[in-house]
Structures are given as C-alpha cells and as structure tokens.
C-alpha cells in the first residue's frame, strides 16, 4: 500500500536553531516529490519539487533532498515567519497521475 | 493572477440539506482536483478534471458527493445530502500541466460544518 508518513508531527524551535524535517515514502512508481507550506486558514502553498534521487532544491532558508526512500527538509536559521505546517507529497503513476499528501509536519519558531 | 477562487469560505449547514461548493481555476490550467482535509484523514483527493472531464472519482465517498466542471473557469462539487462526518476543508486545486510536471495552486478552502 502507499504510504507517505512525516515526522516529526510538531516541532518547536527557538529562532536560528536549525533542524530538518522527514518526509518517507512507500509508493510504486514515483513520478516526483513535492512539499508545500500551509498557514492557518489558507490552502497549500508550493515550495519544491524534486524528481530523482540526489537532487537538492534551495529557496532562502530552506533545502530540501531527496533519497530513493526519504526526503528532508532543512530548515537552516528559522525565523517565526517560518512557522507553518509543511506537507510532503508524492506523485505516483496509476495510469493516471495520483498526489497523494503525508499528514504534514506543524512548525513552530520561537523569537 | 487572482489564483484559485472558492466560495462560500464558511458553511453551515444542518444534516439532510444539500451544501454546494464552487471554485473558478486559475485560467490556462487544464487540470483541476478537489481535495478534502481533516485532522484524522489529512489531505484526500476526491476528484480530478483533465479538460473539463472527469479522469479519477475514486476518492468520492459515496454517492452523496457529486462534482461537475461545465466549462474551463468553473467546477462544483455538491453533497446531497449532508452529514456531521462530511464536515472539513474541502479545496480546489489547479495545475498547468499534469500532476507529476507542474504544483498544484491551491484555492484557501471552504469550511464545512453539518450540524
């Protein structure tokens, strides 16, 4: 069965204390990764993509990479801005293209 | 861009009554997908439309849900009749391309509640 499990499920940070998020994956014919931010209140909002294992996506403070089982988001220096939930999504081929979204990963920075 | 539109952005409807949601894409995207979103269950695809037409409604619950999309720049998604269980977020989200090759651009929900 396809699963996509994040971890942790909160986690709280002081401002400029670094940490990553996880992001696992068991799903048959990946087509690529995604992961978005979500503030309260609004919908997902996109922040990466990524395709093959190896591959590295940057966008201010954050990275994020990719395994052929896993993927991490680093969160380098955080701000309170920063404080959202961030959702990691897989795209697999069904025949059609399916997302399917992990339970996502609620952040808060501490100023 | 005004992005992807939704409304109403809160419902309240009583058990038994039919509740209508709609969302007008962001124009030139082909495909269109809503979403529903719980604390229990995240994140579920319910349907998606490929120009128009409906490619995958094997998220729908049950027959209850229903979704239609007339023309490019709108889509509904109607409940008939509503029940306590079917209260979330529901979202509509368009992409440029399909699923794998572009994000997905997403409306800020409608809020749901059946009493």
Redesign the interface.
């Known amino acids: 069965e396809d699963q996509v499990t994040q971890s942790p499920e909160a986690l709280r940070l002081q401002e400029g204390e670094s940490s990553s998020l996880n992001c696992s994956y068991t799903v048959s014919g990946l ?2 990764l ?1 992961w ?1 931010r979500q503030d309260p ?6 922040l990466f ?1 990524l395709y093959s294992a190896g591959e590295e996506k940057e966008k201010e403070r954050l990275k994020a990479t990719l395994t052929k089982k896993e993927s991490f988001l680093h969160i380098t220096a955080p701000k309170p801005e920063d404080s959202a939930t961030y ?1 990691c ?1 897989v ?1 697999r ?2 025949g ?9 990963t609620r952040l808060f920075v501490k100023a | 861009d005004a992005g ?1 539109i939704q409304s109403p952005r809160h419902e309240v409807t009583e058990m038994g009554q039919e509740v209508t949601l709609r969302c007008k894409p962001i124009s030139g995207h082909d495909y269109l ?1 809503w979403y529903r979103q719980t604390m229990m269950r ?4 319910l349907i ?1 439309f490929n120009n128009n037409v409906p ?2 409604d094997s998220g729908m619950p049950e027959d209850r849900f229903s979704a239609k999309m007339p023309n490019a720049s709108f889509s509904t998604l109607k409940i008939q009749p509503s029940e306590p269980r079917d209260s979330a977020v529901y ?1 509509c ?1 368009s992409s440029l391309l ?4 572009s ?7 409608t809020r749901l509640t059946v009493t």
Do not use: M, S
């Not at chain 1, 209140?41 to 996109?46: D, H, L, S, V």
């Not at chain 2, 995240?42 to 695809?45: H, N, Q, R, T, V």
């Not at chain 2, 399909?98 to 090759?101: E, G, Q, R, T």
């Open positions: 087509r690529g995604f978005y209140g609004k919908g997902p909002e996109f993509t959702l999504a795209v081929n069904t059609g293209f399916k997302t399917i979204f992990g339970a996502g | 992807v997908f995240g994140l579920e695809l998606y490619i995958d979202f989200a399909a699923a794998y090759n994000p997905l651009h997403f409306g800020n929900g």
